[in-house]
């Protein structure tokens, strides 16, 4: 089931929930939104040295709109 699938689904469950059920899903997605991503310190020295790559090789990197021009000619 893709995303839209389950949105709709979810819509339908809330159309016909109860208080206690829209007051259930409410602290659900309250305690999943709360979580504060973490990162291991093997994940941010990764991400420092993937900056450093970029860095050291400027001729590498694009901007974000050479980037997208990328994106939209392979598309095609």
């Known amino acids: 089931m893709v995303i839209t699938d389950k949105k709709r689904v979810l819509k339908e469950i809330i159309e016909k929930a109860d208080e206690k059920l829209v ?4 602290a659900l997605a309250n305690e ?3 979580n504060d991503q973490e ?6 020295e990764e991400f420092y040295r993937i900056k450093d790559e970029m860095l050291a090789h400027p001729e590498t990197t694009f901007t974000v709109e050479e980037a997208h021009e990328q994106i939209r000619s392979k598309k095609r």
Do not use: A, F
């Open 23 to 26: 007051s259930l899903m409410i």
């Open 32 to 34: 999943y939104n709360d």
């Open 39 to 44: 990162y291991s310190k093997e994940e941010i």
